[in-house]
């Protein structure tokens, strides 16, 4: 099961609610958290400190080289003795890293020794990629779930994951079932399509995948879209988690008709754990 889950924090907004999301989401499996700060090279780069030094009145000179660099290494300690802190309030096994680099190449390679990598939906630095192409970069090359977190933290009491046959949400369900397993969370199997022949076929390879476990389980079948269906159901409240298979189709395909995964991911307002 989970053991060992990352959590690459920034001091954003939306890195303090992955946090509690980390903690609540560790003492229900009894797992160890890790936070990982990143120490954005990127940020060293002169037109970058340029732009740092002038908002905050700095000239850009490079002797104040020194002085960024020691303001980002105190950030970077400040925000993981807030972590430890709250892990310690909370009474869950943590470990804080930092560490120089590229966000998401530094994610994928501590994510590696992790069960579960926790990501905020936004990260701080927007204007240097962002979580969404952070977020696709690792979902692509961790090789692990990745639990993307909204803006607002709420405790979840239920979970839905959207299966559509493929081999990464077939994944996905096996790991909805175990998870529910554990935590007792209701799972809601959620099909779409408009073909009833199609929606009976997808709901019996579901009961297939969910009956070694057991759990309090439904399947429903929506039509529409399934992008905005499927959003159409999270909005709607029943759930408070979403479980899906990442990048069903191929890079091509996504090119030309978008992909399901970042629509979600930049849209929706639940946590998203997300299976290759």
């Not at 310690?88 to 590696?112: L, N, P, R, Y």
């Not at 090119?255 to 979600?264: A, D, E, K, M, Q």
Request: proline content about 5%; aromatic content about 6%; hydrophobic content about 40%.
């Amino acid at each position: 099961m989970i053991h060992h889950i990352l959590i690459p924090c920034d001091g954003s907004r939306y890195a303090k609610t992955s946090v509690k999301y980390g903690i609540y989401i560790a003492r229900k499996l009894d797992a160890k958290l890790t936070c990982l700060h990143v120490v954005d090279i990127r940020l060293l780069q002169p037109p970058l400190l340029c732009d740092i030094s002038g908002s905050v009145g700095i000239p850009p000179y490079p002797e104040f080289l020194p002085v960024e660099v020691n303001g980002l290494e105190h950030r970077a300690d400040v925000i993981m003795n807030d972590f430890a802190l709250e892990c310690e309030k909370a009474k869950v096994a943590h470990e804080a890293i930092k560490t120089h680099g590229i966000i998401d190449e530094s994610i994928i390679h501590e994510g590696q020794t992790a069960d579960w990598i926790l990501l905020a939906q936004r990260g701080e630095h927007l204007h240097l990629g962002g979580i969404g192409s952070t977020a696709e970069s690792v979902l692509r090359k961790a090789g692990r779930p990745v639990l993307v977190t909204p803006k607002e933290y709420c405790e979840i009491e239920s979970m839905a994951c959207a299966f559509d046959g493929s081999p990464p949400a077939t994944n996905a369900l096996k790991v909805a079932a175990e998870l529910s397993e554990k935590t007792a969370w209701p799972l809601s199997v959620v099909i779409i399509t408009d073909d009833q022949a199609v929606g009976a076929k997808l709901s019996g390879q579901a009961e297939d995948v969910l009956s070694p476990h057991t759990i309090d389980s439904e399947t429903m079948i929506l039509g529409g879209p399934e992008d905005r269906s499927l959003l159409r159901f999270i909005k709607e409240g029943s759930v408070e988690l979403m479980v899906m298979g990442a990048y069903g189709h191929n890079r091509l395909r996504e090119w030309l008709l978008g992909s399901t995964t970042n629509f979600i991911i930049k849209n929706c307002s639940i946590p998203v754990l997300l299976q290759r």
